[in-house]
């Protein structure tokens, strides 16, 4: 036997060893979830609350232990006095609690992702295994003192070597979901995933260095750290579209947690969903953060004294709605600092006991409570009474209010006068017409400032008694079974009898537009408006954020271009860290120079420095003598791409992005020609693919934001620059376009064009 293979054999034997363990865990779980599933509903009250929440603790607990099955084991840190400790994705410790596996999250395991030759502490190397399945296939060591014998062994064994696990991912071809980076998370990306949770972290960083990789991980460390922290409060994940969360959503599971609430911006108000699309221009006009301003006067505007006052009889008597009365009720109201439907019912309230006090001072007697109880009845269900309440406080909803402001342009140029008159009738439209995503922001801002629909309130009302009497059934069965460590609190036994109906913390976090999350994920970042902004800090008032994105990649014209500016603003001056990730990991080194130059000379920020390979030939330019070449050509070229990336497993994706005029017709194009070319049955598993999982996807640039392909064909970029809102937009577009491949990027254009525009 080879010394090598004598290592992985060794290897080989510590992974059997954690992975023995992890079944036996499991079986250990299922056994114990099985034994409370079998009692059923017998019992006592006390004894079906304890059963309840131990099954969902072992669901949890073997939901996790699942989620972790793939490449458990994936390091190694040896010390100066001989110790060997095991890096894996969580930690495991025999029966007697002598470790196993170190959680890739712990203090202990630090020097795996930071310690350097000239900063190692007691380690000595630093060990990559690779696995396929359980099997160990791979092993890569990094001497970290060159005086150790550990240099001689491994250059002996043939195991020696620096960066080889992180080329090998970056190689393969792309699946559709984004795989961690757990086993290759370099010493720059730890130490952002690292980072205090008490703080707003934001990290800038150019196409493929990593930036969505380590908020994910950051959010995985934090779960891990600050578990007590975050496990009631949760922890938000706003992505830029929902196909880039279902690209991520098997991170976090894979990195042994489950339960966090991933949205985009357009559905992160419960039960609203926007799919429609303003024009940039609007977007930005209704992102500007004046608009917290216009919806505010929208909702007082409605708080207003009638021209006509009516007078009511009330058992023979005239009880008149006077102007005074309503200022003090309005008045009285203000005071109460409650959004506007709750505060209606002070209002109200208000306003019945002035018209009640306005019938009894023509009596001359003094009424009892139960003729005053009565009068105020009558007031309450006069119509001409109800009709003046709604009129002086409008009772109104979200959505209502957000359709008035965009369909009464005259009453939107009073409400923001700084609109010009252009501006105003770009953000006019019909009454009645669907939400856009630029809307949802400010349908946030008007539902923080209206409070609950009054038509909802009783029901809130209700249910938040029940939980009520909910917990303190809880606590008394807590108290009568002897628990009192605060181990299992009151509110988790009501959350787990509850888990079928109201779901686990991250499902009632998505439930309640209300809920504040522990920390906040921010993907992106650099696409969202002041209003967009706004949103999201009111979803985290403690302001722990993990904001990531790239100044170069801005297309929202109403987006960031600096985060000093931005971040100063939203968080204050000294209150936010900035990082940066300069290594590019995804693209090929040519691929990285052209799309950097081009960037540059369009006069684009440019963080990153260097690509970590190189790839002869990954570049080509292609032009063509008309439209109708163009068509051909990009036709034939995807289907070339196709056969040599495309793998009927399902790996393989390539993206052909044409500017929107064009796109249909490329995309008609692309199509027959893999009809021709593809066997029938490989055509027909190509074109049944959902549009968010297709391997060979016909689309804009807007659509590949935060994702990567196999290979990329840019088609007509001058078009895609004369079509964009703005040239320094339009550059933005193409250095996106041009940095989603991983292995290959084509440039196809006709001569035009290519005079439009130098790339």
């Not at 599933?37 to 669901?59: I, L, Q, V």
């Not at 994705?89 to 596996?101: D, F, K, Q, V, Y």
């Not at 779960?223 to 279902?246: D, K, Q």
Request: glycine share 6%; net charge negative.
């Amino acid at each position: 036997m080879s010394e090598y293979s004598a290592q992985i054999h060794e290897e080989q034997r510590a992974v059997d060893r954690a992975y023995d363990r992890l079944d036996a865990m499991r079986t250990q779980v299922k056994a114990r979830l099985d034994t409370v599933r079998a009692a059923g509903s017998h019992g006592s009250p006390t004894m079906r609350t304890e059963r309840d929440s131990f099954a969902t603790m072992y669901e949890d607990r073997l939901t996790q232990m699942r989620a972790v099955e793939d490449r458990l084991v994936f390091g190694r840190l040896d010390d100066v006095d001989g110790n060997r400790r095991y890096i894996g994705r969580i930690g495991l410790s025999n029966e007697n609690h002598e470790p196993i596996l170190t959680d890739w999250r712990a203090e202990a395991a630090r020097p795996f992702y930071e310690a350097t030759p000239s900063h190692h502490g007691d380690i000595v190397m630093r060990r990559h295994l690779t696995l396929r399945f359980r099997e160990v296939v791979g092993i890569e060591d990094e001497v970290l003192d060159v005086d150790s014998s550990q240099v001689d062994d491994a250059s002996r064994s043939g195991t020696l070597t620096g960066e080889g696990a992180l080329l090998a991912s970056l190689s393969s071809r792309r699946t559709g979901k984004m795989t961690d980076i757990v086993a290759t998370i370099q010493a720059e990306q730890d130490r952002i995933i690292r980072s205090d949770l008490n703080q707003a972290v934001v990290v800038q960083g150019g196409p493929g260095t990593g930036k969505t990789a380590v908020a994910l991980h950051r959010a995985a460390y934090l779960l891990y750290t600050h578990r007590r922290t975050l496990e009631r409060s949760g922890v938000l994940i706003v992505g830029p579209s929902s196909t880039f969360l279902r690209y991520i959503d098997q991170v976090l599971p894979s990195l042994g947690e489950t339960g966090v609430v991933s949205r985009t911006i357009g559905d992160l108000i419960p039960g609203v969903s926007a799919t429609a699309e303003d024009t940039p221009q609007a977007a930005m006009l209704k992102g500007d953060r004046r608009m917290a301003r216009v919806v505010a006067d929208a909702v007082a505007a409605r708080v207003r004294v009638p021209a006509d006052l009516p007078t009511v009889r009330v058992n023979g008597f005239p009880v008149p709605m006077l102007a005074v009365d309503i200022e003090q009720a309005q008045a009285d109201a203000r005071r109460s600092h409650q959004p506007h439907n709750k505060a209606r019912e002070t209002f109200v309230r208000s306003m019945l006991a002035a018209l009640r006090n306005r019938y009894a001072e023509q009596l001359d007697y003094t009424p009892d409570e139960a003729e005053l109880s009565r009068v105020t009845e009558m007031l309450r269900l006069d119509d001409k009474v109800r009709k003046t309440l709604n009129l002086a406080w409008l009772p109104m909803t979200g959505p209502w209010l957000i359709d008035q402001l965009w369909s009464r342009p005259v009453k939107l140029r009073a409400l923001a006068p700084w609109l010009t008159d252009e501006q105003v009738a770009l953000l006019t439209r019909p009454k009645g017409s669907p939400l856009t995503r630029s809307d949802i922001p400010l349908l946030d801002e008007a539902m923080e400032l209206l409070g609950p629909d009054p038509k909802a309130s009783g029901r809130d009302g209700a249910k938040d008694a029940a939980r009520a009497e909910e917990e303190q059934f809880a606590r008394d069965t807590l108290a009568q079974a002897g628990i009192g460590s605060g181990i299992v609190t009151a509110q988790m036994l009501v959350d787990n009898i509850n888990a079928p109906e109201e779901g686990l913390t991250a499902q009632r976090a998505a439930a309640d537009r209300e809920w504040t999350y522990g920390h906040v994920v921010v993907d992106e970042a650099q696409e969202l408006t002041a209003m967009d902004w706004r949103m999201l800090i009111r979803r985290c008032p403690t302001r722990s954020f993990t904001i990531v994105g790239d100044v170069a990649q801005t297309s929202a014209m109403g987006g960031t271009r600096s985060w000093r500016r931005t971040m100063d603003r939203l968080f204050g001056e000294g209150h936010w860290t900035l990082n940066e990730l300069t290594i590019d990991y995804r693209n090929p080194q040519e691929v990285s120079d052209l799309a950097s130059r081009f960037a540059t000379a369009e006069g684009l920020y440019i963080s990153t420095v260097k690509a970590v390979r190189a790839l002869p030939d990954s570049v080509k330019r292609v032009a063509v003598d008309d439209r109708a070449a163009l068509f051909d050509d990009v036709a034939a070229r995807a289907v070339e791409l196709t056969r040599e990336f495309v793998a009927a497993d399902g790996t393989g994706r390539i993206a052909v992005l044409a500017a929107d005029s064009i796109r249909d017709e490329v995309r008609r194009r692309v199509r027959e020609a893999l009809r021709s070319a593809l066997p029938a049955a490989e055509f027909e598993r190509l074109s049944a693919q959902s549009a968010w999982d297709e391997q060979v996807n016909v689309c804009g640039t807007q659509e590949v934001k935060g994702l990567e392909y196999d290979a990329v064909i840019v088609v007509e970029p001058g078009l895609i620059e004369q079509e964009a809102p703005s040239r320094l937009i339009a550059a933005s577009d193409l250095y996106v376009a041009m940095t989603r491949p991983t292995q290959r990027l084509l440039i196809v254009r006709t001569h035009d064009d290519e005079n439009d525009l130098t790339i």
